[in-house]
């Protein structure tokens, strides 16, 4: 499986300030998402990050809330923007190579607003 | 879209016992199934995944059953141990071209007593 680096792992923000996470693999892959995982919850699709081109995302997650880049095939970020309480969750990138297959998660972010 | 309902909610068993994990999903057209287990504070891991041209597969204590004309699997864990207490959860890719757009279950906490 791919080794997959997600920063920060954890952080503390203030209300209406953003939140950059980054999330690096160590290959290429064709593949990568971001998922959020509300406290005790399961995990639920943000959205698609696509290589090249705007992300896709999915029913009730919005561009201008989580803004995402793919400059590459190992890379991409999600910004969380203009935070509140109810952003404060682990966000998860996951990285898949066949056909969205065996996907595997990065260690995650922990994020905490107040 | 898909939906993966997952029961039991909680799953409390001795040490040496077996414990069985159901999931069904909506989707008849669903052909990916994987199971992750995730221990708190990390990220969830893969521990199996059945295709939908499979029936079961099997991979030492861990063993997945996949019933397609009832829309139903289930992950099987026999002569538990307490490393595997954890939340464990199921996923499903639609069919189509939703690909590596997991919908996940609720989650089993899993607890093994020794």
């Known amino acids: 499986s791919a080794v997959i680096s997600q920063k920060p792992s954890r952080d503390i923000c203030q209300r209406g300030t953003s939140l950059t996470i980054q999330c690096q693999v160590d290959s290429q892959v064709t593949m990568m998402f971001w998922y959020r995982q509300q406290p005790g919850q399961s995990l639920t699709l943000i959205a698609t990050?696509?290589?090249?081109?705007?992300?896709?995302?999915e029913s009730g997650f919005v561009i201008d809330k989580f803004p995402i880049s793919r400059p590459n095939l190992t890379f991409s970020t999600l910004t969380v923007s203009n935070m509140s309480p109810e952003d404060s969750s682990i966000y998860l990138c996951?990285?898949?190579?066949?056909?969205?297959?065996?996907?595997?998660f990065g260690s995650g972010t922990q994020l905490s607003v107040l | 879209g898909e939906n993966v309902e997952q029961h039991p909610s909680t799953l409390s068993v001795q040490e040496g016992d077996s414990a069985v994990i159901k999931c069904t999903y909506s989707d008849s057209a669903s052909n990916y199934f994987p199971w992750y287990k995730q221990e708190l504070g990390k990220r969830p891991q893969l521990i199996i995944d059945i295709r939908s041209n499979v029936g079961e597969k099997k991979d030492q204590r861990i063993a997945v059953t996949l019933n397609k004309t009832a829309k139903h699997f289930s992950l099987h864990i026999t002569e538990t141990q307490p490393e595997d207490s954890a939340v464990y959860f199921c996923a499903a890719i639609p069919g189509g071209t939703s690909y590596g757009k997991l919908t996940f279950g609720q989650g089993t906490i899993l607890t093994v007593h020794p």
């Open positions: 990050a696509n290589q090249g081109s705007e992300a896709t995302y």
């Open positions: 996951s990285v898949g190579r066949i056909n969205g297959e065996k996907l595997f």
